[in-house]
């Protein structure tokens, strides 16, 4: 990595002294990151680069205004500074409201339990693609596009405020998605996986056994009947239930979205209940591993682990510094940014739902009709409102998993669909797949997980074409 961000720190400190005493908080987040994207669709290499990108972003807060400036010039750190106060003077008419937290000054890294990507060369990453696209267009003859995306970055932060917080964190992400897409006639299915990891290059290898099921699911789906459309007991899988709490409900649990909002703000009353006493759910950075994991958030409020609701009741939500002083709770670390183009904003990081108690075999018990649902292949959300499509489905009948069928979408409002779940499995999984999109924010690495659940009068039926990727 570069040094000029190091090398940069007594600087920060020096212009935060000049400049702090012009505003209520004044904060510089300097960035280092590079990073690798490849691209192959069908038998073209669209994309194949390496990035290195040097920046940073200046946020300044006067009588409750925010002022924010990014800049890729360091030479030009003392004029965004200027910028991000006088816009903040400009706006301020109110209080500025931060919750507090403890003053750090440190030096962390997130460690990896295995090869830095970066020491992997891009042809070598190149030819991995290239023999996965290459196992989904064999796979079948009916396979009419493929796609193979491959990307990897490393961050290199320095974060100086104010109050005496100086933070220097690092961290390594990579995430691999291939999607074949079937054809028969007018029929057209998809099969996709996407899997991430902070961990190590290794965890994107090695994976043509996955790269294979896509393939022929994607082919399978052809000839299995549509679902017929209907409100069922369903049960899903730990990838549905991981997408479910998090588009669902987690983007709900953010508190810039719920403090802006009267109304969902009655909503989402501490205490009210939106599940059984067995549902308990978290969001938090504080569990190693994962794709939402860090050390500090980009507030430099150290990660925590939020219980969202428990024994069905809700109980915590999460916020930013201004977020929870403005609501009187406590920062919860979740202030993130995907870059230093965007300021921080209240961001989930690793969401769950947590292991039940119910054998995964007794959740099929007594449903006379029903769906096993599977996987996700795409899915949107509109404020309480969800649809999601399952990668495999399978009809239930008389308790037993039955006949294979295809187009299964699930829609719901979030909080009958909390109410609903009649079973929670002492099963557990962790997807690190997710890319979640924000206020023009795509693509923040996030874990999510759960066990299966079972769920009573869920709508299911549609087409799985029109869904998008989840966010």
């Known amino acids: 990595m570069p040094s000029i961000v190091v090398d940069s720190k007594n600087r920060l400190t020096d212009l935060i002294k000049r400049y702090r005493d012009r505003v209520d908080y004044l904060a510089i987040r300097l960035e280092e990151s590079e990073g690798t994207d490849i691209l192959i669709r069908g038998d073209k290499v669209e994309t194949l680069s390496e990035d290195l990108a040097i920046g940073g972003q200046v946020r300044a807060c006067y009588k409750g205004g925010w002022g924010f400036a990014s800049f890729n010039r360091l030479e030009t ?14 706006i301020g008419e109110d209080k500025t409201i931060l919750a507090p937290i403890e003053i750090i000054q ?71 998605r291939f999607a074949a897409t079937a054809r028969d006639g007018d029929t057209v299915q998809t099969g996709r996986e996407t899997l991430g990891s902070r961990k190590a290059y290794e965890d994107t ?74 549902l308990q759910i978290f969001d938090g950075a504080a569990p190693e591993g994962h794709r939402g994991s860090y050390l500090y958030d980009d507030e430099g409020t150290p990660a925590t682990t939020t219980q969202l609701i428990k024994d069905g009741k809700l109980v915590g939500r999460l916020h930013s510094r201004e977020t929870a002083g403005r609501l009187d709770e406590a920062a919860t670390g979740n202030a993130r940014c995907l870059n230093y183009h965007y300021p921080p904003i209240v961001r989930m990081t690793n969401t769950w739902i947590d292991r039940g108690h119910t054998p995964v075999a007794d959740l099929f018990a007594d449903i006379k009709e ?68 924000k206020a023009g924010q795509g693509g923040l690495a996030v874990g999510v997980g759960g066990p299966s659940l079972r769920i009573r009068d869920v709508v299911v039926g549609g087409d799985m074409e029109d869904l998008e990727d989840e966010d």
């Open 77 to 90: 750190l003392a004029e965004r500074i200027e910028e991000a106060i006088a816009a903040a003077r400009i």
């Open 106 to 176: 440190t030096t962390c890294s997130l460690p990896l339990t295995g090869t830095d990507p970066r020491e992997i060369s891009i042809a070598r990453k190149k030819a991995m693609c290239e023999h996965y696209n290459r196992i989904l267009q064999t796979t079948d003859r009916r396979i009419a596009t493929t796609s193979v995306s491959y990307g990897d970055s490393a961050q290199h932060i320095v974060l100086a405020t104010s109050e005496g917080t100086l933070i220097e964190q690092s961290w390594v992400d990579m995430e691999i």
């Open 370 to 437: 029903g769906v096993y649902a599977r996987n996700w292949l795409g899915g949107m959300t509109n404020g309480e409102m969800f649809t999601f499509g399952a990668g495999e489905a399978w009809m239930i009948r008389n308790g037993e998993i039955a006949e294979p069928v295809r187009d299964v979408t699930l829609s719901g409002n979030v909080f009958k669909t909390l109410a609903d779940i009649e079973g929670i499995g002492d099963d557990f999984y962790w997807d690190e797949s997710g890319g979640c999109g």
């Open 205 to 278: 290898i090695g994976l043509d056994r996955q790269v294979e099921s896509a393939a022929q699911r994607a082919v399978a789906a052809l000839s299995l009947p549509p679902v017929k459309g209907n409100a069922y007991t369903v049960v899903i899988d730990p990838i549905l239930t991981g997408l479910f709490v998090h588009e669902a409900f987690g983007h709900l649990s953010e508190a810039d979205s719920i403090y802006e909002n009267p109304d969902l703000l009655e909503t989402m009353t501490m205490g009210r209940r939106f599940g059984c006493k067995d």
